[in-house]
């Protein structure tokens, strides 16, 4: 094979180095240079043989021309020099031309070792071509045939092999786009060079100027719009009208209401916690005028409150502004906390943030989502210890901890006084108690010992108290054996507690003005998430309950529905027919309904192949005594809050609450599964019987699902970082 040019590219396919041969017409030549050549005879061999119709290129002006290599065989070193010569000595066969491509920026030493490396290279290739072909690949096109070779280092040596081409600078284009094309492919499109980031720099400018120039141009006009609205809010939203039984200011209109937002249904919402976000990023915003009233104005993530404890998460990365939220659906949100209702005027009493005279805000459709308070739950000196609720708490507890840290490394702090100050007490097993004594751990084991003197860690206790026999006594027991063993390892004591969901004050109010809901611990509610006893006030999240169905009271309708050969007794399609009736009715029997032959064999206790009423009565009283309510978590308050969203949805279309019910049918729970953060890994029960227990991909697998579940990109992005700046620097252990 003849070669007849070569070219070499750097890493960034710039085109630094070229050679072209013009072979004489006689392959003599080239076979007696050979031979008076050792050294190159393979590459003479090589060479020999073809016509010369290159001699263009030296001219062409992204090239220098041949003297370039004289220069670079007088400075560079006596090898390069040699071996310049010794091709110099071939000129009777061969001419050869070289140079460095015009703009390449590299110095006269290293261009000198360069043509070394060709040269010595290029017999290689030629010895490749012929043979081995390692290393070599080689393109035919019909316009041109290139054999290509990258370097490990990358650069990349291009020959061409033709001496037919017509024209050498469509067949450099050529080579261009060819390895252009698999620089990106191999590189990706990131990669930028020198000149695309200028192009880049230069489009960024242009942009932030245009931008900046725009926001001049605008500023005026957006400062008068929002001036001029200013001064035209509704009259009676800046002097509410008095009125309801208590005489108080009614908030009939809002500052920022729009004369189209005013003719809609008015939907209150009460908080701002999970139930409440859910339903607002559900709701059709066409469909009403949503007022938020909460007494926080910030959605809290609190999967990953106990993170923010000993600040592996920032504050602020685990809030968002319900403002943001709410604007998806043109809310207004008033900063306040309701504190009664006025059932006869569809009013809910507001104490304002402002801490000024309480008002009404009336409502066609109530939804209360206030969520739960702690409870002490009898346990004596409880109430001194600090809670892990509310955003405070979390800041409490990380300025506690290392205020008692500080405390126990004085000098005047006895020994005693030191070990009560270094014991940390958790009560309660579940998964936020399990997971704030990993974090805790964490801490202690990955900062404290490091900026605390060594006798802080040797006295630093972690106890974790549970009730129950285990720790996380709701997940499998192969996790909670797993938990437990775990936390022996990390010297984390556990003894004995249990889960909490009291009633706030609101609710509290709500339930004594209602006589079906008196006496009860939390609102109840029907399968449609209605209040009961209340018309257009709806219940969810923590603050409710889901009644229970007493099915033993509805034995009478279920067998009249399914005994269809009215024989008093069930037979199994029969009995098949009252599970598909309990299940649509009362979706929370659904899961007492499997295994249904095993069930109908079970119950039929005389074993006569049908259920008669009394074994009926059996099955649907154990199914009655088994059925708990659903946990307190913000994967039900979240869902509850989608279903209700589109139960609103629909009811606004429909006007009517019968057609509703049927096509929406009743609220279903969907139990994903439960995961909880065990120090530097995780556990997970999922649903279908998935489990993940321990090793470090659950651990980003538990990050993953919580970083995706947040309500906005700006959390996202912090967690992301507050990971990192974690893993990098550890956690800020200043008190401010
Ligand atoms: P909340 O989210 O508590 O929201 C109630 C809202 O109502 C708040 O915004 C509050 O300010 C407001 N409010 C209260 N009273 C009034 C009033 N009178 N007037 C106006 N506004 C009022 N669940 C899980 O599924 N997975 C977990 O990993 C998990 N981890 C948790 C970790 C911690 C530390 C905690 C505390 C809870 C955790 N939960 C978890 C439970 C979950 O947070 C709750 O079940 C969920 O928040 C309930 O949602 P909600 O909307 O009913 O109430
Ligand atoms: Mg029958």
Redesign the pocket.
Known sequence: MTIHNLYIFDRHCQCIYFQKWTHSKSSNNATTTSSSNNGTSNNNSQLGNSNSRLGGLATSSRFSTSSAASSIAEQSSPNANSLIRSEDNHQTGITQQSGLAAGSVISIEEEAKLVYGVVLSLRNFVRKLSGNQDGFISYKTSTYRLHYYETPTGLKFVMNSDPNTESLRMVLKQIHIQLYVEFVVKNGLMRFDDTRWEISLVTAGLTALSGAAYYLSTDRDRFIEVFQEDQHPPYLALHPQRGGSKQLPVSNYYIDDTQEENKKPRLVI???????VSVVKNLDKEKYNVTI????NY??F??L??SATVGTLELRSLLEPVRKIASRVHAHFLE????DIDLDYKYVEVHGCNEKENFYVPYDKLIV????TSMTHGVEGIEHTVR??TIRDAIDIRRKIIENVEKACLPTTTPEERKRLLSFVVCGGG??GV?FAAEVSDWVNEDLVEWFPKLIRKEISIHIIQSRDHILNTFDSKISDYAEKRFERDHINVITNSRVVPM???AKNLTEKLPVQAHKRVLTTDNFLKLQGLRDVYA????ATIENPNLLQHIMEFIQEADTDKDGSIQFNEFLAICDTMRSRFPLTEQHLTHLEKMFIKYDTDKNGVLDIEELKIMLKDIDSKMTNLP??????SQQGQYLAKYLNNLENSKDELSTQTQVGPFRYSHLG??AYLGNTAVGDFKWGYQMIGGLWALYLWRSIYWSEQVSMRTRLNLSMDWSKCAIWGRDISTV
């Open positions: 009460i908080g701002s916690g999970w139930g409440a009233i909460s007494d926080n959605f809290l609190t999967p409150l106990p306040g906390r309701a504190v989502a206030v969520g739960a892990l609720k998964p936020t997971e706030t004050s609101f969810l999240g923590d603050c307190a978590t913000a994967q039900v308050a439960t995961l």
